[in-house]
Structures are given as C-alpha cells and as structure tokens.
DNA sequence: CGACGGATTGATCTGCGTCAAATCTCGTGG
DNA sequence: CCACGAGATTTGACGCAGATCAATCCGTCG
C-alpha cells in the first residue's frame, strides 16, 4: 500500500522496522479524498479515529468569542495530524483542510493493538506527537517574542523546513495553499499586516509568494531574521 | 513511598492500576530539593532522565537572540515536567524552577521496561504528555487573540485550575512564587504592563496578588473575561 | 540602617490594528 | 469569448494598545 512512505521521513524512520511498517499500515481502515476548506473534526466531540495526512495541507485551530480563528498548527504530507486524540480521547480543537487533501483514517481500537504489541513503534508515534508539541512550543516563542517581519518569516522557514523532509521543498520552491488571511490566523495578526510584512520580505529579497507558489530567495537570511534554528524539528537525526 | 500522589489526579487516575502505579514509583531512582531560580535542564543536550515534581513550580523557556525569555510552560505538583524527553532524546528548551520544589528523578531506561511491559500505564504517561501539548495550544490562543487583561487574566485561571485539581487551591487563594516579570514572560508581554493589568484586575474586583499570594475574587467574570474554558486541562475526566 | 530586588506610576513613542477603497484573479455561465 | 461576481491582494489614512524610558516607592534581609 504504502500510505506511510513519509511518516518520521527524514527523521527516524530508521527506527521503524519493516513488521512495525507494516503493523501500521494493517492498521488503516480508509482512504479518502477531501477538498479544500473541509471540516474534518471538531472540538469535544469524543472520537475514535486518527487522521493521517497522505498529501495536501491540514490546519488545526480554535476561535475566540468572536469567532476569529487561531491556528494552532499547519500540517503537511507524513503528519499524522491528530494522533494525539488517541491518548486524549477527544480533541480541545478544530481540524480542517487548507487545500485539497488525501488522508487516511485509523481506528483507535487498531493503535491500541499496537501499543499492546509494539513497544517500538508505540515509542514512534509518541515521539511524532511530541514533534508537534515542539512546534506549538516554538508558536508560542514565535508570538511572544518575534515582531511582525519576524512571525511571518518564522512560519515560512518551519513549512519550508517540513515540506523539505518529505521532498516536497526543494529549499528554493513549494507550493502552499494559504491565503494571506491564513497566514494572518497563523502569526496572530491582520491579513492586512501580512501583506505588507510580505511586500518587505520581497523588498529585501529574502523570499515571495505569489498564487500558492512560494520562493524562497536567501534561506540563510530569511532564517537570521527570523531566528529560526530547525533544531526542534528533529529533521536528519 | 507515595511520591506519584499527585500525578494524573483529578484526571484519568482510576485508569492508573495499583501494579501500574508501583512499577512507576519503583522506577524513581532520586529524589531531591532544589533552591528557586535554579536551572534543570538545558536545551538540545542529549538527557537520559525525567524529571516528576512533587512540589513547588518549575518552568519552562525558551530564550530569543537578545537572551529575553519566552516561557512555554509552567509546571505545579503532579506534573512530569519534561517526561517528553524520553521519545525526544533531547530537549528543545531549558527547564528551570521558579520557587524552590522537590521533584523525583526517572531514568529512561526504566521508562523503556515500563513501556514495554505496561501498554496501559504507557497510554496514560503518553497522555500525560499531551495534556502539556493542550496547555501550549491554549499559550497560542492566548497570545495570537487575547489583550492584555485577558492575557493576564487567562494565565491566572490556567494555575488556578491546576493547582486545584491537586488541592492548592480552594478556588480563592492559592500561593504563586512567580513575581510580575515571570507572568510578562509567560504571557509575552513587559513587567511594567502585567502591573499596569494587575491593577486593572484588581479594580475590577476580579484577583489581586501579593508577596506570592493569589486571590481570586469572582472567578466566573475572570473566566469570562478571559475567554477562558478549562476543558483543555482535561479534569474530571 | 542601608541595600537590593520587586512593584508602581507617569510621559512619550511606535508597531500594528482598523477602516475603507481600489485592483487583481479566477471560476462560471451566457 | 467576454461579462460578471466573489474572493484575494494591495495600498493609504488614522488611532490606540502596549512598549520604552525613567523615577519613585516598598518590603525584606544582612
């Protein structure tokens, strides 16, 4: 089947064997197409099912009163999106599509038998939750600490960085379904805004965006700017 | 020994069997008492044991280029602070203790023997983890779309609602060790404006705080202010 | 008593939000 | 093939929340 080919890709797929492989793609009960701007799951609801990402772009996001979005993460192929709501048993927020998406779905019954037979492979998918616990965490650094430039730098370098692992950056180009106003939801800040931090980041010639096409200029300066250190990813380990 | 009292309570503790719980409390290797301000742990060094707190507050940041601190989490009694280590290998941040605490020490290489022989005790250590991972989507929240006061007011209901689930709080008063600069820090904001808010909300008749001590007057409007639901924190469950 | 870290308050500055309008892009149907 | 409309992008003018700078006050501890 391999569904699976880019989950941990780049980062310690080594470690899982070829019966655990496997064990985990056994474990997927469907595959199915999703268009863009597609709920997928909400808040509180009890589930019984994880989503993996195949291909596309997923964010996960809470409201406020007024119903404004925050991003609370962007995933890209190889994520499994919302495999910490096994453990959680519901989710404390919504999930839904960027653009059009490829998923496949796995029942919690089916990673409890995995827990109960493959410590290894249990150890992976927890390490794949805590990758994202990283990533909220350098959310969090990124809107305490980083100015406008900064915020969206920051994001660019992580998906730049994540689509990498998977192939799908060639350090210079992706494509990426955001809108200005996603972003702004991302960064914590107006669409207007955005605009123009992306107008100065093309006047300095570090990077631009233009129809779902990202190109980065000078990864390095983006990078300075943004004080963006990949580390907590885990990419290459 | 009875140093796990805390963990989990108020959450899924009943799913913690009493054979569960002794190989936990049997995989402590130390315990020990450390003076307030001291440092735990340092970012991207290779770390070989968790850390459990028993009692007092740690916290943990990450810092920008100019060395100004952005805090990512900050833990009471129950919680295992940096038990993500153990599927990171390494941490992204460095942990240090706000007041003087007690914490325990568990060597990963015991976690390893708990993981493989306890596939339920393994779930809800996993889902210990997590919970921090919803603690840091909520830290997003409130950065991307609170102001000021509900900043401010947020991180209060979030300590209270923890330190209660362990019995530090009646729901009035609870002790908090942390002076105006460390709420800044959490809350990605200057000391001089946490006072500036702390009077608001003092005025308001809502909480006021002295010589690390809390009191909240009307916890419902401070909810309500703050836009604050405590389902993320999974108590009661 | 003096020193020092933390709390408090005032004055001023600025980054980003808000509001509003113009332009561009692309899908749809006549 | 063109007209239309919805959504996305771009730009300008203006206001304000929170930063910055700086001075004073307070409580604790040697």
Known sequence: MAIFND????????????EDLQALEASV???QNVPARHSLAISKQPIG??????????????????????????????????????????LDHDVATLGPCRIALVRH????????????LTKLLWFSTLLDAAMHREWIFRLGRLDAVARVGHFFCEIEAKLRAVEL????????????????????????HI????????????MH????????????????LSEFDPSYLFIGE
């Open 7 to 18: 989950f941990l890709r780049d980062r310690r797929r080594d470690e899982l064997s070829s």
């Open 169 to 192: 950056s060639d350090g210079r180009q992706f494509s990426c379904p955001l809108t200005q106003a996603d972003i702004g939801e991302a960064c914590g800040m107006t669409s207007v």
């Open 195 to 206: 605009n123009r931090m992306l107008k100065e980041l093309r006047e300095r010639g570090l």
């Open 49 to 90: 099912v994880s989503t993996y990402l195949i291909e596309g772009f997923i964010c996960r996001y809470m409201d406020d009163r007024e119903g404004v979005r925050q991003l609370v993460a962007v995933h890209v192929a190889g994520d499994f999106v919302d495999l910490h709501g096994y453990p959680l048993k519901r």
């Open 209 to 224: 965006m233009q129809r779902g096409r990202v190109t980065i200029l000078d990864l390095p300066a983006l990078r300075r």
């Open 109 to 120: 019954e089916a990673i409890d038998q995995l827990v109960r037979d493959r410590p290894n």
């Open 29 to 31: 009960h469907a595959v």
